[in-house]
Structures are given as structure tokens and as C-alpha cells.
């Protein structure tokens, strides 16, 4: 049963991969960056595990290079690795909470445009600072709305029923 919420994520992470590249690939235009599929691989890592996420990761990635983009194998290197930074944080001892999850995808989202805007930079394509630096400001906050979205979704399709909720740590101990 658990390897049928796994094609399940997948079949979620495909019809995510279609909604960037018909959709929101083309409401960059005006300065909206979202990145769905960053968010559903940190969803994976985080509901299914580190392997299923570098998986998927790879996968998505590679195939949305081939589809959209201008240097292969970049995006596939960038969610593989993304894969690898949130599993890392989540075995650092994160508790598994909406702040927590907010703070992953913010991160991510970061360390996603510094690194795409280097590997730009170190094959000569055109980079542009004063888009980098808006992008560094709007983007984590666009994948944190889609956050609130797309990890309700993993979650109850993961067949786990995890709590999560906001609020203080020692709270019922007063």
C-alpha cells in the first residue's frame, strides 16, 4: 500500500510539473515566480523520504530541462540537491510544523536562485542583478503560499495523518 501513495506523489508531482510549465512559466512575465514543483519535492522528503525525494527530484527536474529549459540537467541537479538540504534539516531536528515548513521552503527557495543565478553566471548567459534581487524577495514568499496548498495535499494522500499545527511548545504545561 505505502508504494501506491509513492506513484501516487509521483502522478501529483507530473500534474504539478504540467501546471508550471503551462501556467505559471508564463506568469513570470510580470515578476510572479512560483515554483510548484520545488514545493512538492520538499513535500515528498518530508512525508515520503530522502531517496523518493532525490528520485523524484532528479526526475522532475530532467524532465522539465528538456521541456523548458536552456542548460540540461540543471534543474535536476537543483532539486536533487534540494532533496538532500531539507532531509538534512529535517534530521537536524526540526519538529515537523507549519513555522518549520515555512522556514525549509524559504531557505530552499534561496539557496534555489543564488545557485541557478552562479551556474547562469559561469556559463555566460545574461544575468541580470536587479532581477535576481527581486526575485530573492518574492519568490520564498509566493512558494510559502503554495506551501499552504500543496503539503495539505501530500499529507492526506500519504495516508499519514500528521499533526501539525501552530502555536506554542510548552503550551498545556501551564
Given at each position: 500500500?505505502?508504494?501506491?501513495?509513492?506513484?501516487?506523489?509521483?502522478?501529483?508531482?507530473?500534474?504539478?510539473?504540467?501546471?508550471?510549465?503551462?501556467?505559471?512559466?508564463?506568469?513570470?512575465?510580470?515578476?510572479?515566480?512560483?515554483?510548484?514543483?520545488?514545493?512538492?519535492?520538499?513535500?515528498?522528503?518530508?512525508?515520503?523520504?530522502?531517496?523518493?525525494?532525490?528520485?523524484?527530484?532528479?526526475?522532475?527536474?530532467?524532465?522539465?530541462?528538456?521541456?523548458?529549459?536552456?542548460?540540461?540537467?540543471?534543474?535536476?541537479?537543483?532539486?536533487?540537491?534540494?532533496?538532500?538540504?531539507?532531509?538534512?534539516?529535517?534530521?537536524?531536528?526540526?519538529?515537523?510544523?507549519?513555522?518549520?515548513?515555512?522556514?525549509?521552503?524559504?531557505l530552499v527557495t534561496e539557496i534555489?536562485?543564488i545557485i541557478v543565478s552562479l551556474?547562469?553566471?559561469?556559463?555566460?548567459?545574461?544575468?541580470?542583478?536587479?532581477?535576481?534581487?527581486?526575485?530573492?524577495?518574492?519568490?520564498?514568499?509566493?512558494?510559502?503560499?503554495?506551501?499552504?496548498?500543496?503539503?495539505?495535499?501530500?499529507?492526506?494522500?500519504?495516508?499519514?495523518?500528521?499533526?501539525?499545527?501552530?502555536?506554542?511548545?510548552?503550551?498545556?504545561?501551564?
Open positions: 500500500m505505502k508504494i501506491f501513495y509513492k506513484f501516487l506523489h509521483f502522478f501529483i508531482l507530473i500534474i504539478c510539473l504540467l501546471l508550471q510549465i503551462v501556467f505559471f512559466e508564463y506568469i513570470k512575465t510580470f515578476s510572479i515566480n512560483f515554483d510548484l514543483v520545488m514545493v512538492v519535492i520538499i513535500a515528498v522528503v518530508i512525508f515520503d523520504g530522502t531517496f523518493w525525494g532525490i528520485l523524484f527530484g532528479f526526475a522532475a527536474g530532467m524532465m522539465l530541462d528538456l521541456l523548458i529549459g536552456d542548460i540540461i540537467g540543471v534543474s535536476a541537479l537543483i532539486y536533487s540537491l534540494n532533496a538532500f538540504i531539507v532531509s538534512k534539516l529535517i534530521t537536524s531536528g526540526f519538529k515537523l510544523k507549519y513555522l518549520t515548513y515555512s522556514f525549509i521552503v524559504f534555489n536562485i551556474i547562469r553566471y559561469l556559463f555566460n548567459f545574461s544575468s541580470n542583478w536587479m532581477q535576481m534581487g527581486l526575485e530573492l524577495t518574492t519568490k520564498p514568499v509566493l512558494n510559502i503560499v503554495l506551501m499552504f496548498i500543496i503539503f495539505p495535499v501530500i499529507s492526506i494522500s500519504s495516508g499519514m495523518a500528521r499533526e501539525t499545527e501552530f502555536g506554542f511548545k510548552y503550551k498545556n504545561k501551564i
